[in-house]
T-cell receptor
Framework: GAVVSQHPSRVICKSGTSVKIECRSL??????MFWYRQFPKQSLMLMAT?????????EQGVEKDKFLINHASLTLSTLTVTSAHPEDSSFYICSAREVLGGRDTQYFGPGTRLTVL | DAKTTQPPSMDCAEGRAANLPCNHSTISGNEYVYWYRQIHSQGPQYIIH???NNETNEMASLIITEDRKSSTLILPHATLRDTAVYYCIAINSGGSNYKLTFGKGTLLTVNP
């Protein structure tokens, strides 16, 4: 299957700082990428849909000014958590949508564990 | 997208087949059934998907009932590394509002 990478895999930061997470599709182009968040013992929750060359679409309850998304190319989307606070500590996972030969599949990155002190 | 229902947990002996059920009684004609799994502290891994025909790949087989109201994911020879949460999702893959909605899934525990 297609490969999606995330960087960094783990980050610890102080409260009030901003953190940028990168998501890359390594062997395919993705016009659409997605950002999820997962708290301990819970399922993945979609935060936003990122479309190349246009503004991201955020799910209800997700602050767009706090979670900045940039999808500058067909292989890269970034999520910036601005002014992070301890309650933003979570597992952030991206995915990239591949449409190939009539098959439509989302492939996920390995996730980024964010800890805000 | 149609709601799916899965048992919260299942056990399987190593080397035996693991059969994971999923109910999607309200699925519409253009919705596909996707299966993903998530091993602890990792991102979800795509397994397989299908519309109405049974599908098989190197990881698993997907059996969809003729009325499409339920399906079964089969891991033919489960190993300890198959222990994970398995998610069944019904979605219109060709739609513009293409979003995967993860439920609670089934925690499959493969025992030695």
């Amino acid at each position: 299957g297609a490969v999606v990478s995330q960087h960094p895999s783990r980050v610890i930061c102080k409260s009030g700082t901003s953190v940028k997470i990168e998501c890359r599709s390594l062997d395919f182009q993705a016009t659409t990428m997605f950002w999820y968040r997962q708290f301990p013992k819970q399922s993945l929750m979609l935060m936003a849909t990122s479309n190349e060359g246009s503004k991201a679409t955020y799910e209800q309850g997700v602050e767009k000014d706090k979670f900045l998304i940039n999808h500058a190319s067909l292989t890269l989307s970034t999520l910036t958590v601005t002014s992070a606070h301890p309650e933003d500590s979570s597992f952030y996972i991206c995915s990239a949508r591949e449409v190939l030969g009539g098959r439509d599949t989302q492939y996920f990155g390995p996730g980024t564990r964010l800890t805000v002190l | 997208d149609a709601k799916t229902t899965q048992p919260p947990s299942m056990d399987c002996a190593e080397g035996r087949a693991a059969n994971l059920p999923c109910n999607h009684s309200t699925i519409s004609g253009n919705e596909y059934v996707y299966w993903y799994r998530q091993i602890h502290s990792q991102g979800p891994q795509y397994i397989i998907h299908g519309l109405k025909n049974n599908e098989t790949n190197e990881m698993a087989s997907l059996i969809i009932t003729e009325d499409r109201k339920s399906s079964t994911l089969i891991l033919p020879h489960a190993t300890l590394r198959d222990t994970a949460v398995y998610y069944c999702i019904a979605i219109n893959s060709g739609g513009s509002n293409y979003k995967l909605t993860f439920g609670k899934g089934t925690l499959l525990t493969v025992n030695p």
